[in-house]
């Protein structure tokens, strides 16, 4: 069985991460969260930070193009990262990485794609499609990463029935939950894999 050396990139409030730490730190998984980077300083850093997990703040803001993929890519390989989780990324992942880590970076999104995805298709907007769509399913996809957004092969997804009186926040929240098992599951399933 393998074990992976993962960094996550995060956007927001690392729901999401935190259940991946906890399932290494309860060795639910092997893998272990060695790096976390995130666009900017963003709440999700905190529980990573605790836990002595090295974190980094990346952004075309702050840094020419050059040195922000030599940034990344430096951290990357200071770490032995062989998994990338975009764990709640709202950005895009550079593309010299998408080719570097390829079939080696897995994506979260909170809809059943190749439905509710796309540029812009993130959080809360996509709850709201699903509801106005007035779809019978929602529910996580984890698919693996290419270079275009939410079009990666998928790996896992978990499909949750829609209530009468469904709004996108409940429906946010009851997908969420599933999001947390199967993040866990799909690095369970690579690990096996392997
Ligand atoms: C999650 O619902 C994730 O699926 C979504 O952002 C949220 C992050 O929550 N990602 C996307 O919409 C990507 N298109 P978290 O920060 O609590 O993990």
């Not at 032995?80 to 390829?102: C, H, M, S, T």
Request: glycine share 8%; hydrophobic share 40%; charged share 25%.
């Amino acid at each position: 069985m393998k074990s992976f050396n993962i960094a996550a990139y995060i956007s927001g409030s690392g729901s999401n991460l935190k259940s991946v730490i906890e399932s290494s730190l309860s060795g639910k998984i092997a893998s272990k969260v060695k790096l976390v980077i995130a666009n900017k300083e963003v709440s999700g850093l905190d529980y990573p930070r605790t836990c002595g997990i090295e974190t980094a703040v990346v952004s075309r803001k702050l840094h020419s193009r050059e040195e922000f993929i030599k940034i990344q890519t430096g951290l990357l390989d200071k770490h032995n990262i062989d998994l990338i989780i975009l764990a709640g990324f709202l950005k895009k992942l550079p593309v010299e990485i998408v080719r570097e880590y390829e079939g080696k970076i897995l994506n979260i999104h909170p809809a059943l794609l190749p439905k509710f995805g796309g540029k812009g298709m993130h959080g809360m907007i996509v709850h709201k499609a699903v509801i106005e769509a007035k779809e019978e399913f929602s529910g996580p996809t984890v698919h693996f990463v290419d270079e275009i957004y939410d079009n990666g092969k998928i790996l896992l997804q978990k499909k949750i029935k829609i209530n009468e009186n469904e709004t996108p926040g409940s429906l946010q929240k009851r997908v969420l939950e599933k999001e947390h098992e199967i993040l866990t599951e799909a690095i369970k399933l690579l690990e096996g894999n392997e």
